[in-house]
């Protein structure tokens, strides 16, 4: 697939989209929930008729669909070694480890302030019943790594960490150094990669990750839709998470019936769960394939990324906005973002309500707008979006426009 294909208009993707019409609409939520192509509704169907086919041996084509998963997610990581443990969420997934930790003699817990919901909020709990987390500030994002790194000592057992901060979509360099300390004092790392999985490259090995465990899923930049999450296991991985599904006795049959002691399955078994909808795993297999036949690789992925990014800054910036109103953080440069563009305003809720009542749907997070492009827009759209945001922007009050 050539990059300026996918900046003309019309958008040479977009007809492997139709059913999402996205040459029809100002999809900017890319960051939060991409398009699927049409692929994905044959696999969906897919699924149905071969419930219906094979009945209770459907698990057979499952399973096979659910290994093309683990490939592909191993794939991004750049990891040849590890094992993949799946889930409908990452939350289920993020119990399950925090079950295996040794919180009677490492009852401590570090982590940035500027971590997504699904960490945020479960060590707000924990904190609650009296284990100690440890916030670190998520800015300066240059020097996060560092800090967390300082924070770790002989009581922490897990530091939890975004590669990509899901408010700002600044990216976490350094993370290797945070691994090293974590050897160091035999404390364990969990590195989320959501908001960069194919947009930012990611290669563990590269970054000196090879012994962290990683955790993210294909609801966004992937474009498999829900129930497509995953943890990435170091090998060697011999942790027993409380919260453990009978699946993992599949590759453990012999030892399940052990004297007292409850037997797990090898690699990403280890952390499996139970029974649940294959479904997602059908569509996630038809789209990693699909991006394999368009040559959407992670690093031309990153190409049309950044150029996209590149627009909408550049269409905002000409708007000349009250920076009253709405305004961006031009310290660093755009290199050092992910894959959407953060708008901060205190008014980003209404704003983007605004925006969504007049066809361009983005999001909002406290105040930070968020606009996501993805590979099938055309640059046409990304400035029409950024326009109708000029004429939401000047209608606000502080934006020096004339108001009744």
Not at 351 to 356: E, P
């Amino acid at each position: 697939m050539d990059a300026e294909a996918l900046y003309r208009s019309p958008n040479a993707l977009a007809p492997d989209y139709a059913r999402f019409r996205v040459s029809e609409r100002l999809l900017l939520t890319g960051h939060s929930h991409q398009a699927w192509p049409d692929v994905g509704f044959e696999a969906h169907t897919q699924a149905w008729l071969d419930a219906a086919r094979y009945v209770d041996d459907k698990w057979e084509q499952a399973f096979a669909r659910a290994d093309r998963v683990r490939r592909g997610f191993a794939e991004l990581l750049g990891d040849a070694g590890g094992g993949i443990a799946l889930g409908a969420n990452t939350h289920e997934l993020v119990v399950r480890l925090l079950s295996a930790l040794p919180l009677r003699a490492r009852p401590r817990l570090v982590t940035t302030d500027g971590e997504f919901h699904t960490i945020r909020r479960q060590l707000d709990r924990l904190a609650e019943e009296g284990l100690a987390v440890h916030r670190v500030p998520e800015a300066p994002a240059d020097s996060v790594a560092s800090r967390l790194a300082d924070a770790v000592d002989d009581r922490t057992a897990l530091v939890l960490v975004s590669s990509v901060f899901y408010d700002s979509g600044r990216i976490a360099r350094g993370l290797g150094d945070v691994a090293t300390r974590c050897r160091h004092h035999g404390s364990l790392l969990l590195v989320d990669v959501y908001h960069a999985l194919n947009v930012v490259p990611v290669s563990l090995a590269a970054e000196g990750l090879g012994d962290a465990f990683v955790v993210g899923g294909g609801y966004k930049y992937c474009q498999l839709g829900e129930g497509n999450c995953f943890l990435r296991l170091p090998p060697d991985t011999e942790l027993r998470p409380v919260v453990t599904g009978w699946f993992s006795e599949f590759t453990a049959l012999e030892e399940r019936h052990g004297a007292g002691r409850v037997a797990y399955g090898e690699g990403g078994d280890r952390f499996a769960g139970a029974t649940y909808d294959p479904t997602s795993h059908y569509r996630a297999a038809a789209v990693f394939d699909f991006f394999g036949q368009r040559g959407l690789a992670p690093g031309l992925l990153r190409e049309v990324s950044q150029h996209q990014i590149a627009v909408l800054a550049s269409a905002f910036d000409a708007l000349d906005l009250d920076p009253a109103v709405v305004t961006r953080d031009r310290t660093g440069a755009l290199s050092e973002i992910g894959g959407f563009l953060a708008l901060r305003s205190p008014q980003a809720t209404s704003i983007a309500t605004d925006l969504h009542a007049r066809g361009v749907r983005c999001d909002a997070r406290g105040e930070a707008l968020r606009f996501g492009p993805a590979p099938y827009l055309s640059d046409t759209q990304l400035r029409d979006a950024m326009g109708v945001l000029g004429e939401v922007g000047r209608t606000r009050p502080g934006s020096g426009a004339a108001t009744d």
